[in-house]
């Protein structure tokens, strides 16, 4: 057993800690951004700089131009580039186009990754994945797909209605999730500059640190020739998963340097601010909360570690992905949470970074599954493994 | 003991429940409001009809214009207006003025009444209440005071900076807190379109739930003559106290009815909602957080209760209110994080109104003294109390 | 509303209290007591204590030989009585026998009564209550029921075992659940001391403060006369609702009165011992955990108050009966548990009550109805609320 | 970074399983044991088992004769021993022996180690460690010793009363800490058949795992020739802290394997138990459970391996041992709470394992530092830290 960052990945944690705090950090108030996001004019900067520095789509393999990392190497990449809201962006990292790319990897032909994949790794264009739908659609539980695919042709025709579309504006193409007549789903590939893809509203969402905000995406007609079928046609459950335990492990990665970051600014407060008659840290009661800080972002560190580790062996890691996403998104939003009390009327006004993290934040413990399906799938999980253990049930 | 409401505190819960759902809650999405909270516009029309209901500044006096509430009577009224997040500004309950029209009852002289309190129970007017300080100020612990009043022939000139200063812009008047040159505090009113008030900027807030925002204010050498000093000089700090007991009790008032309102919209999402088969809430996890949901509502309303009615009793109920305070605070944002939870995705945007609920509440746990201040008084008045049961301590 | 309680009440109160000081606590540690629970010896003191204060039975009917009291005047004396881990015992007004009281009062017979109820409210008997059962018999699902009766001539046979059976051992009947051969249930009245009966073993609990313990009985072709059995045939699963809320609720009342005891402890505790320079109580960390146990206890009470009220008022109460008994049952736990902690190495040995409670204590999350069979009956009862108020659901 | 165990540690991982498995186990209702622990007829029995199997004091060094284990190993093998709460004692590296050998390895003389450690570490005797005593003595706060040593002669003459000292009761030898005039601290070596060592009793404590239980020990006139002095003179605080560091998170690694047998009963329960028409295991509320029980005790392994690998890269770990010991006792806690609650009944008595788990662990949160005092010493390191980031504080 080892905890020891190899000498490699040191310097790169190294380098992308300086480079968020020197290149992005001061660009965090930029005014190219709103309530939706950062504009794609401040996104581009963003990623000419990380470009710059070398540090651009580093997840992607080295064929493709990224860094080829493994999942420890991201573990620690991303925490870094996590640690100010718009590092993610800067390094084309964030979601969705961080699990996209890595889902092209795995999946798509030779074709579809020179058209769609390789000005993406490139930080030229941006993607979206379209699967989420409104009731009674795929919502946490994706077999409720409504979203049909039917054949038409020599390709197909889809239509239905997707909502919580992140990136959807602005971004070049998307992923979609379709019901085929047999019931299985096919994941398809489309620019979104055609007529069938109707982009009918960006939803008002507590977050903000995702260009292009959460859109609202209508599909009428669309066609889709059989070439833009992404894998085989039918696997589509199957790729969400191959998409799905890596990202909700990014999520935990990325959000850990948000939480870190809130922590940071707490442990500064709480040495300045006096409060009946000494320094607020002095207080048991604030001390204390920031010993639990340290628990959990210490807790949290150690479950994306291990997964990663596991992920780069080999192992698919639903049930530690799982795990792991549950108890990074409730660690670190714990942490966040006390973060605000701790700063007080500052950290509900945006006098600090913590109130725009505590919003941005709330979401993670939804996406990629709430946390009441992961525990409900590691239940069946746990049940299972001690039948097999015993044999069948008593 | 006896739980039952009179009849005549039913009827007026009712009244108000009726009004609120038909008069208020079809102006929610009134566009005349931003981030800092509801346009004056907006706020007008809202008096308007509570005005017209009878239903305006139920907590004045009957001398004054008001219905003369009691504490328990206010606990169901304010409950009922506080199901909407425009409740409580329709009928001029909402804080700061709920609180300063309570101080001015209680302290303030004739003429200052007239002057000052007069409009404001009307619904003319507005007020703010300046007590809180950029760091090394008056925060959690208004001991720091700052902002000083030294002596100026019959008068007084204050200078100071107060932060935090909810519904300052637009504002008629301000009572702002100023310690003396012996250290003691004194409370001064002030219209607040003088030269030596300036409004420095609003904060971005978490909330948008005030009139006015939160400003920043600075008080530039202004003059405010000794007929202006509210009640006697050197008892501010005794004076906030008056102010405080009761002002944290209506705030557990009016944010039960938020959570209620968030609670109604996550039960009626669980029962529609399908996933896995069934309705969300047919699966235990999601009928578990309704069920917590409830018991938190039920002890967040009886501790109200309970106060309101030792209130009512002439108990000055310091302790009381600091633990309802700390247990509303903490109840109620948890029956709005789970609400949040159930409604997954529509729980961070603007799809449903827990959303808003939520980022307003956040800082219910915060002002009028932070959770760990409260159980701090609460518990050095357990110990006081062990000890005088005890004689001195061994 | 009122929460003032009647001079008589009052007056109960008081002389409950002055009773379990004086006359109870001092037989605490009386040798005449194991791990099973007080002997009879003792018990029989106790309750002679209790006789000649004119407290016995207090929850028997006047006509009966108890004082009648409300289940608000319940409310306020057991939580007394339990104060010490005796009193209950030494008022009868313990379970099992509280709620077998209370059920034989609704239900038996005039001749039941007088055969089996009369010298039980003298203190002269005691009883059981047969109801859970092995697996896979009932347990926190009733319906689970094994036990069976079937008809014999102008009786009944019963066959089957139980577990768990609080206070059998010395007990002098026992009200026994079992089903019909028309799947209802029934329930039965029989004495202990016939050959029907086999008491296989006490079982080993955390718990001592039971007068007689709980044990595995097993009935072997047990007849029962018709003219014994309870109210109608076919009847028990009705029963055990009228048994049980109430029997919930009275629960909810003694544990409150041992987990005050418990808090008294630590706040005295921290009263008195130095840690790093002052006493425990003037830590933070120490004194938060003062603060929540006073608002544990406090919810605890309210909760109780408001749901014996409303049982005053003849509703039936299942709801809220489930509700006190979750929010009761855990606020209390979590109250002697921050005492124990409190304690130190004091809490977790017999030099301090608090272990003796703690030990006690712990099954109350579980018996009559585990915290979580209690949550999932509200969240049916919620969502059935909001489909009666909304029409069917969409 | 790596978690894969070496073949060598899987080896002894499978062997220590399999050894307490069919060993252990089988004798965990051996008659042998009461209230306050273990018998020294089945200690010894225990021993002899180990040391067949040659796995008897697997900590010590390979030159006392134990195996050298490296931290890393120890977490590996400790964990499998505590599965059975006879395991450490079987091993002998149950507390407080389990520190003093540590403590003995890397302070005591050549001498003192022929004379105490070589008989121990071959499992012939037992030790216990004097420091914690009654009030107004050391407790949670080492600082306020009250035990003194004053010099005799060529020794020292110590008086004074401990209490908690385990395994008191059939130890050969104890290490007693005592102020000495100067006010510094320092250990001292005894054989406990000393008439100046008085056992006034053993304590009634919620636990029975530990071999002698719980004294109450009185030094009388105690003499110490200067050659049993433990270390130096004056550093009796020092090597507190030596001893304390790693038996923290021997301690965590112990309970993790009590944890982990309640959960697989828990496990096992849930799968067979039926409850409202499918098995326990098949409801939310249930799985949640089982969930959260698999997220603590991974969370709990994961700060242990961490630490331990970090005491292994020769780091003193003060501020890492002091997290683990908090997050451990906690997460190790709530598992063992949660499989009470699933067992129902069966939790709350001697049917299952889980109920001794439960009686056993509840003072893990308290000894070794209780977690407030742990959450106060990361504060103010975390404080500290932040300091020398900084400069001064501002």
Redesign the interface.
């Known amino acids: 057993?080892?905890?020891?960052?190899s000498d490699e990945l040191k310097t790169l944690q190294r380098t992308t800690r300086d480079f968020i705090r020197e290149q992005i950090m001061p660009l965090e108030n930029d005014p190219r951004q709103d309530a939706h996001g950062p504009h794609a004019a401040l996104r581009d900067e963003l990623v000419s700089r990380a470009r710059a520095a070398g540090l651009l789509t580093p997840h992607a393999s080295i064929g493709m131009g990224g860094l080829g990392l493994s999942h420890?190497a991201k573990a620690v990449m991303f925490e870094e580039a996590g640690y100010s809201w718009l590092g993610p962006t800067a390094l084309n990292i964030h979601a969705p186009d961080e699990g996209n790319i890595h889902l092209m990897e795995e999946v798509a032909s030779a074709a579809q990754k020179q058209r769609w994949l390789a000005p993406q790794v490139k930080g030229f264009t941006r993607s979206c994945f379209a699967m989420?739908e409104p009731?009674?659609g795929a919502?946490?539980?994706p077999?409720?797909l409504q979203t049909t695919a039917t054949r038409d042709g020599r390709g197909y025709r889809i239509n239905g209605t997707k909502?919580?579309i992140t990136g959807a504006e602005g971004a070049s193409y998307v992923i979609v999730m379709a019901r085929m007549e047999d019931g299985t789903a096919t994941m398809f590939l489309a620019d979104m500059d055609q007529p069938g893809i109707v982009h009918e509203r960006n939803?008002?969402?507590?977050?903000r640190c995702f260009t292009g905000g959460?859109a609202v995406l209508r599909f009428e007609n669309l066609y889709v020739p059989e070439e833009d079928v992404l894998g085989e046609v039918g696997k589509g459950f199957r790729y969400a998963q191959v998409r799905l335990a890596p990202a909700r492990l990014t999520h935990c990665m990325r959000w850990l340097g948000q939480a870190r970051r809130a922590h940071?600014a707490a442990?500064?407060h709480?040495?300045?601010?006096?409060?009946?008659g000494r320094?607020l840290?002095?207080?048991?009661?604030?001390?204390?909360m920031?010993?639990?800080n340290?628990?959990d972002l210490?807790?949290a560190r150690?479950?994306i570690?291990?997964t990663a580790?596991?992920l780069d062996q080999g192992e698919r890691c639903n049930f530690e992905s799982s795990?792991a996403k549950?108890?990074c998104s409730e660690a670190e939003w714990r942490v966040v949470d006390r973060c605000?009390?701790i700063l007080?009327?500052q950290?509900?006004?945006?006098?600090k970074e913590v109130?725009r993290i505590?919003?941005d934040m709330?979401?993670f413990?939804?996406?990629d599954g709430?946390?009441?399906v992961?525990?409900?799938s590691?239940?069946?999980k746990?049940?299972q493994a001690?039948?097999r253990h015993?044999g069948a049930?008593?």
Chains 1, 2, 3, 4 share one sequence.
Not at 270 to 276: D, G, I, S, T
Not at 281 to 288: D, I, K, P
Not at 347 to 351: C, K, R, S
């Open positions: 057993m080892n905890f020891e960052l420890v989420t009731s009674p919502g946490a539980d077999g409720m909502w919580f939803m008002d969402a507590m977050d959460h940071d442990v500064d709480a040495r300045r601010r006096q409060a009946f320094p840290a002095e207080h048991e009661g604030v001390g204390f920031l010993a639990d340290d628990m210490h807790t150690l479950h570690w291990h580790w596991m795990r549950v108890v605000v009390q007080g009327g950290g509900v006004t945006a006098e109130m505590f919003t709330r979401a413990r939804i996406y709430p946390s009441e992961h525990r409900w590691m239940a069946r746990i049940v001690a039948d015993a049930p008593a």
